[in-house]
């Protein structure tokens, strides 16, 4: 197999390692908004803040705040944003909103229970899968590896920084905060150190793998052999 065609196989698993990720994220931020009750993460707190206040849909107000943050960060880095980050800023808020009107909330205060910490998992393999590929970060990634690199802060730091600023502000318009919320901002992280490798190790198996059939595929037939 040819380099090109090497490339173009890897690509597109790439690829959809990108898209799958995405996908698996929007179910997961979609599952905890389910029961809201017990809180959400601190952005979604933000983006179904701006719904209640100002209508529209949780995933729209998902997309213009990450337009917004993508508008900012280019301008101040001086550089045009990666395609990853327009499609990550534009399909994360399609598939909340997908999944929103897909899945019905539950009952009972055990299911409430079982589907946030269920979704809070889903979360964090989305963005594990999604990140994987290193396509191109999402909109608030971007953000906060800007702000990182002009303070001189470090990540995790500027990261929960972040997240508190938002978290307060969506409180303000009403967005659903509690336990859940603080759950998600101290543990997703940790949760996403264990998906992220995981992924990582599925995306190289899978381009290993392909360039092992291709090696077979590629070698000559011998017409009397035993092997």
Do not use: C
């Not at 949780?58 to 508008?71: E, K, P, R």
């Not at 396509?135 to 990540?155: E, F, Q, Y």
């Not at 659903?176 to 995306?203: C, E, M, R, S």
């Not at 190289?204 to 035993?226: C, S, T, W």
């Amino acid at each position: 197999m040819t380099y090109v065609k090497e490339k173009k196989r890897e690509n597109f698993i790439r690829w959809s390692f990108f898209f799958i990720g995405l996908v698996i994220l929007g179910l997961g931020i979609s599952m905890t908004m389910q029961v809201k009750e017990f809180g959400i993460g601190p952005w979604d707190v933000f983006h179904y803040g701006l719904f209640l206040k100002l209508g529209l849909t949780v995933g729209t107000w998902s997309i213009i705040a990450g337009l917004l943050i993508v508008l900012t960060s280019s301008v101040l880095q001086k550089m045009w944003p990666q395609v990853g980050t327009i499609l990550n800023m534009i399909l994360i808020g399609v598939f909340i909103d997908f999944f929103n009107w897909l899945l019905p909330e539950p009952e009972t205060l055990i299911m409430q229970l079982l589907i946030f910490i269920s979704g809070t998992f889903v979360i964090a393999l989305g963005i594990g899968v999604y990140v994987a590929p290193d396509i191109g970060a999402g909109p608030r990634d971007s953000l906060m590896l800007l702000i990182t690199k002009a303070t001189g802060w470090n990540v995790s730091t500027v990261r929960n920084g972040i997240e508190i600023i938002v978290a307060v502000a969506g409180f303000a318009l009403g967005g659903p905060v509690g336990a859940g919320t603080v759950f998600i901002a101290l543990f997703l992280g940790t949760f996403v150190g264990y998906t992220l490798p995981q992924a990582k190790t599925w995306l190289q198996f899978l381009i290993m793998k392909g360039d092992m059939y291709e090696d077979i595929y590629q070698r000559p037939v011998r017409a009397n052999h035993h092997d």
